[in-house]
């Protein structure tokens, strides 16, 4: 019932922006948190946006290059990624649950994130020269 998208090619140093959309659930009355997952390894909390008070957090490898953001009227939620660099190359889902959740733990190194009930497939991002 998420659905990811914007995954692309980009060479480093560029900018790409992912859209997670929601055929089931209004996004803008959800905690909606982004992650990644690079083969072999964990998914990492990358940004989160809580619903009460539209608090943004970043794990700290991103903090100043993405942001997240939110758009009401499409029920969609954004990550505008700047300044990509080739370790940002990996798979990006986003996620939410029925109960809201601790942004900011979400986000925090070696965070396991996997309870969240809601998952998108995820999209692809791929940084190359």
């Known amino acids: 019932q998420l659905e990811e998208s914007g995954g692309g090619l980009v060479q480093p140093g560029g900018s790409l922006t992912l859209s997670c959309t929601s055929s089931?659930?209004?996004?803008?009355?959800?905690?909606i948190g982004w992650f990644r997952q690079a083969p072999g390894k964990g998914r990492e909390g990358v940004s989160c946006?809580?619903?009460?008070?539209?608090?943004?957090y970043y794990a700290d490898s991103v903090k100043g290059r993405f942001t997240i953001s939110r758009d009401r009227a499409k029920n969609t939620v954004y990550l505008q990624m700047n300044s990509l660099k080739p370790e940002d190359a990996v798979v990006y889902y986003c996620?939410?649950?029925?109960?809201?959740?601790?942004?900011?733990?979400?986000?925090?190194?070696?965070?396991?994130?996997?309870?969240?009930?809601?998952w998108g497939k995820g999209t692809l991002v791929t940084v190359s020269s």
């Open positions: 996620a939410t649950d029925s109960a809201p959740f601790p942004c900011e733990v979400v986000v925090r190194p070696g965070e396991d994130s996997s309870g969240l009930g809601h």
């Open positions: 089931g659930f209004i996004l803008d009355s959800k905690d």
């Open positions: 946006l809580e619903i009460h008070d539209n608090s943004t």
